[in-house]
C-alpha cells in the first residue's frame, strides 16, 4: 500500500454524479488509517472561495475566466495541495485542470495552447529534483452521456453559469474530457457514470484497488 501523499481529482459535466462518490472515498481513506484532504476547485482557500463565486456568477469573457481560475489555482495548490501532499494526505480534489480545458477550452472555445501555458506556469512547484508540474497521480473521470446528465439536472437546484448552458456546451465538454484523457491515458480511470449508484462506487473503488491505494 502507498504511504506518501497521493493527489487525486474528480471530473465529469455537471451532472455526472461525483459528490456522493468522493465522500465515500474519503471515509474509506479514512477508515483504513489515511489522513485525507478534501478540496475542490475552483476553490480550496479562502481566496480561490472568493474568485470560486465569482466564476460561477458574474458574466465575464473566456480570458478572464480561464485567468481566474488558474489564479485561483495557484493558490490552492501553495496553501493547500502541496503543503498536505508533504505531509503525506490523500488529496481528494472535487475537479482540477482538466476541468478547464473542459470547460474553457471545450465549452466556451478558449485557446487550448493558452490553457496549456497557463498550466505550466500555474502548476510548477519544487521537489525533491527541482522544479516540476504538478499533475494528479490519478484523475477519476465520471462519464455520463450529456443527454442523461441534463435530464438528472432538470429542476435540482437555480443553476449557476455553467448548468444554466444548453446541450451542446455539455457535447463539447464531455468531449474535451476525452481528448485530455486521450493524450494522458496514464493517468485517467474511465468510469461509466450511466449505471446505479453502487455500479458506480464499485467502478470507483476498484480503480483504486488497482493501484494499490485502497484495500
Ligand atoms: P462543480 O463541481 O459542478 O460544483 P457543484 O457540484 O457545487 O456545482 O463545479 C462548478 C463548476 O465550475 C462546474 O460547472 C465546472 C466549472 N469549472 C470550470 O468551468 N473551470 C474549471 O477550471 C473548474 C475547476 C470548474
Redesign the pocket.
Known sequence: MTVGGIFISFEGI?GAG??THIDRLAQMFREQGRQVTLT???GGTPLAERLRAM??NDPMDAMT?ALL?FAGRRDHLLQCIEPALVRGDVVLC????D??FA??GG?RGFDLEMLSTLERWVQAVQGQGGEFTRQPDLTVWFDLAPEIAAQRLQGARVP?R??AQPLEFFKRVAAAYQSRMNQSPQRFAQIDAGGTRENVWDAVRLALVNRGWLA
Open positions: 455537471d461525483k459528490s475542490r476547485e475552483p466564476v460561477l475566466e481560475v472535487d475537479r482540477f485542470t476541468a478547464t470547460y474553457q465549452g449557476d455553467f448548468e
